[in-house]
């Protein structure tokens, strides 16, 4: 491939890279990427973190959602450089142990919310982030919440029962009350 | 797909981005929130070999309710203009068009500015710019200066922006005392670009209709206004079924859709009527009600 904008460097055969400070799940790290890495991909392919899943890399599927100082975003229209000094935090931060699943991911676990669980990561970040802002959620604003995310195996009824189910959990657990990392709190009439 | 390869400048005054803008020319793009130029990279359809990234600027991430516009700073995105309580006071037609912008992931990351800067003919904001009569302000190493919508917008993804100007804020126009605004679109999906969309914004005084105009998403090649004002005024607003006919005419006149794998021209032009319809007698007969979609998905 050639190019004209010195990205590449000719001789080595290599593609410059700048350093990039990134905050994921709460740990902070120092990487050196080329300007054209997608967060998707420095997540994936940089830090291992493998749970974060690629699907369309046009922003339509869902499957890449992570969260961005607490709320949703596609990591695959993210360009790194971008989010320095932002908290970053994916499917692994929010549940990283099969004992200990976190409610929305033991919510999918006992709706049969997935079947391959290759959307699941994104539903997960999704979910998370709406029950914080949403502790009481309607079947039907759950419904709404989830229609960023595209599914192929489910078919969405089981995936609505789960954010329901997460609802349940986080208040038996005695979680939703604690919202911390809402930024819209307060400012709501 | 992966985007080509690129250098990424991440600017901390706007100084030192316009200075960059200037310095590299049009192999430049801007990029803020990058939800729609991102999708474009990522399928090289287009190839830049530097963005300037301008979210960690000072500033430019203020909304600010004057007694004319809202004015909109060029990194607010679309989530924060449509929570925001002092927005949706003085102009509901933002909230009630924004809830309808892609998905919430998206709206948390993309700015209205920036959709605006895109000009995409499907894109709900560059329309309610111009409906609200809007300017926007850009500024270059050359100096600043304003345009109204009318100007701003001449094709599909097309303005008459410099290469190394930014649009750093927009104003959207408020509309006069007693104006009901409504918006509404069909997409194949939530969230998808609409097959067709239209809003209203119709001021309705002592029970009759003045002012009303109307703009277009996915239906005309630039965000236009159609002015029904000389249709509607004087005439009772609970008595509008009988312009209903001629506004739908009117509106099948001024627009231009496209055919696609997804509709027909004739479909869409057949919707947008319907929709217009919709519209005019949403907000006319009794009192204006929210939209479901703005109750369930916009401030809670």
Redesign the interface.
């Known amino acids: 491939m050639t190019t004209d904008n010195e990205t590449y460097d000719i001789e080595a055969g290599t593609e410059l890279t700048e350093p990039v400070t990134l905050t994921v799940n709460g740990v902070d790290h120092r990487l050196d990427l080329p300007g054209r890495r997608l967060l998707s991909d420095a997540l994936r392919h940089d830090l291992r973190l493998t749970g974060t899943h690629v699907g369309c890399e046009h922003g339509v599927c869902g499957a890449c959602t992570v969260l961005l100082d607490g709320q949703p975003v596609r990591s695959c229209l993210i360009f790194t450089a971008t989010v320095q000094g932002c908290e970053i935090t994916t499917v692994e931060g929010i549940g990283d142990d099969p004992a200990h699943p976190s409610a929305v991911q033991q919510a999918f676990i006992d709706s049969h919310a997935l079947q391959c669980g290759f959307c699941t990561p994104g539903f997960i970040t999704t979910i998370e982030a709406f029950l914080t802002d949403h502790p009481h959620p309607t079947a039907e604003e759950a419904r709404a919440a989830v229609s960023g995310n595209l599914c192929r195996c489910t078919g969405y009824q089981n995936i609505v029962t789960a954010v329901c189910r997460a609802a349940e959990l986080k208040h038996e657990a005695g979680g939703a009350e604690e919202c911390a990392g809402c930024p819209w709190d307060g400012e709501q009439s | 797909?992966?985007?080509?390869?690129?250098?990424?400048h991440?600017p901390t005054s706007l100084d030192e981005a316009l200075r960059l803008l200037h310095d590299i020319g049009s192999?430049a793009k801007v990029?803020a929130g990058?939800?729609s130029l991102?999708?474009v990279?990522?399928?090289r359809l287009a190839t830049p070999?530097?963005?300037v990234?301008i979210?960690?600027l000072p500033g430019l991430d203020e909304i600010r309710v004057g007694a004319e516009a809202v004015e909109v700073g060029a990194r607010v995105t679309h989530?924060q203009l449509e929570?925001s309580?002092a927005a949706y006071a003085a102009l509901p037609l933002l909230r009630q068009t924004l809830v309808n912008v892609?998905?919430?992931?998206?709206r948390?990351?993309g700015t209205t500015v920036g959709s605006i800067a895109h000009a995409d003919p499907n894109g709900e904001m560059p329309m309610i710019l111009a409906l609200t009569g809007g300017t926007v302000t850009a500024v270059s190493v050359r100096g600043e200066r304003t345009l109204a919508a009318a100007d701003l917008f001449v094709g599909p993804l097309e303005t008459v922006l410099e290469p190394d100007e930014i649009l750093v804020c927009a104003r959207f126009g408020r509309f006069p005392e007693g104006t009901r605004t409504g918006f509404t679109e069909l997409a194949r999906?939530?969230?998808d670009y609409a097959l067709a969309g239209a809003a209203l914004a119709v001021q309705v005084i002592a029970g009759q209709m003045q002012q009303a105009r109307m703009g277009f998403v996915s239906v005309t090649e630039v965000p236009t206004v159609l002015d029904l004002t000389d249709l509607v005024a004087g005439r009772a607003a609970d008595q509008s079924a009988a312009v209903a006919e001629a506004v739908v005419e009117r509106v099948h006149a001024h627009i231009d859709p496209e055919s696609d794998i997804h509709a027909t021209a004739e479909y869409r032009r057949h919707l947008t009527g319907v929709l217009a319809r919709r519209l005019l007698t949403d907000l006319t007969t009794g009192e204006p009600a929210r939209t479901s979609e703005e109750a369930?998905?916009g401030?809670?």
């Open positions: 797909m992966k985007p080509a390869p690129l250098t990424c991440s192999e990029i990058g939800q991102v999708p990279l990522n399928m070999g530097h963005l990234d979210t960690g989530r929570r309580p892609a998905h919430p992931a998206i948390n990351r999906r939530s969230g369930l998905r401030a809670s």
